[in-house]
């Protein structure tokens, strides 16, 4: 089992920026990759971005393309979204996610564990 812990949500004018964070415990070396996947009310679960554990190759969904970064720490265990450039169309709800094998990178349903979430706001 893995256990995902997000931070960093919060409530920010159209324009700002957020760095979402989440930590990994438990059994972090069945990880093969990791991923952000958000949720606003009344939509459907969509791929954010996503990293495979060696850091070498990470994916974006167009919409978030040259505003998001992806990364991670190995020692902390610790993927991390760095958002820049926030329009109101990216509120929703954040959640991490891991799966231990390789497989579609923006398929939730290819994930295997995932986070609580954390709600990111964009205000006018």
């Known amino acids: 089992q893995v256990q995902l812990e997000e931070s960093g949500g919060g409530a920010v004018q159209a324009g700002g920026s957020l760095r979402l964070a989440c930590e990994a415990s438990?059994?972090?070396?069945?990880?093969?990759?990791m991923g952000w996947f958000r949720q606003a009310p009344g939509k459907e679960r969509e791929f954010v971005a996503a990293?495979?554990?060696?850091?070498?190759?990470?994916y974006y969904a167009e919409s978030v393309k040259g505003r998001f970064t992806i990364s991670r720490d190995h020692g902390k265990n610790t993927l991390y979204l760095q958002m820049n450039g926030l329009k109101r169309e990216d509120t929703a709800v954040y959640s991490c996610?891991?799966?231990?094998?390789?497989?579609?990178?923006?398929?939730?349903?290819?994930?295997?564990?995932w986070g609580q979430g954390t709600q990111v706001t964009v205000s006018s």
């Open positions: 996610a891991v799966r231990v094998r390789r497989s579609t990178y923006d398929d939730s349903g290819d994930y295997d564990y």
């Open positions: 990293i495979d554990w060696s850091g070498l190759s990470t």
């Open positions: 438990g059994r972090t070396l069945t990880m093969y990759a």
